[in-house]
């Protein structure tokens, strides 16, 4: 009997603010979002995806471009999709993240965070398939690259036990 089941997940994988993620193996990355915003792609064909996780828009000089920019972090995500033998036609992604909680922060860098990223993907004709963005509150997400899958928990406080391997009483 033939089954369209995806392959067990091998590994789980915590992304941390400012990297880029691209497992070799079936993975469940997780991120902790915020004003943050991680983009997840996934090449249908192939069956593989990859993450990143970045925290403001664009580098302009004489910031130092890396992964902690948008348009840096996507950039880098596609080229790695790419040399992994991955193609734009069948590329999509999902985008998370990009609260802007008044009381908490004066500039909605969650905003420009998004709108950067919707300009990246749509330069590349990459097709945006789900979006869980906005809002006053924080997300914990985990991204199945198998399938593209995505399970978003929305929350009001993020605490440092909120990252992954959770610790304390949770």
Same mark, same amino acid.
């Given at each position: ?9 091998? $590994? ?6 400012? #990297? ?13 979002? $915020? ?17 990143? !996780? ?9 910031? %130092? ?13 596609? *080229? ?20 802007? !909680?008044?009381?908490?922060?004066? %500039? ?15 330069? %590349?004709?990459? *097709? ?6 906005? $809002?006053?509150? $924080?997300?914990?997400?985990? #991204? ?12 009001? %406080? ?13």
């Amino acid at each position: 009997m033939e089954t369209n089941a995806s392959p067990p997940i091998v $590994g789980e994988y915590l992304l941390k603010p400012g #990297f880029i993620y691209l497992p070799r193996h079936p993975t469940a990355i997780s991120a902790v979002l $915020g004003s943050s915003v991680s983009i997840c792609l996934y090449d249908q064909k192939l069956g593989i995806g990859g993450m990143n !996780h970045f925290l403001f828009p664009c580098a302009l000089p004489p910031e %130092r471009p890396t992964a902690k920019y948008g348009n840096v972090a996507i950039t880098a995500l596609i *080229r790695m999709m790419l040399k992994n033998g991955a193609t734009l036609k069948n590329m999509e992604a999902q985008m998370i993240g990009g609260a802007f !909680h008044p009381k908490i922060m004066s %500039r909605d860098i969650g905003r420009n965070n998004l709108e950067t990223a919707r300009t990246m993907l749509k330069k %590349r004709k990459i *097709r945006i398939v789900s979006e869980d963005v906005g $809002g006053e509150i $924080g997300r914990k997400i985990v #991204f199945n690259t198998t399938n593209c899958e995505i399970a978003v928990l929305k929350v009001g %406080r993020l605490r440092s036990s909120d990252w992954y391997p959770y610790e304390e009483n949770r």
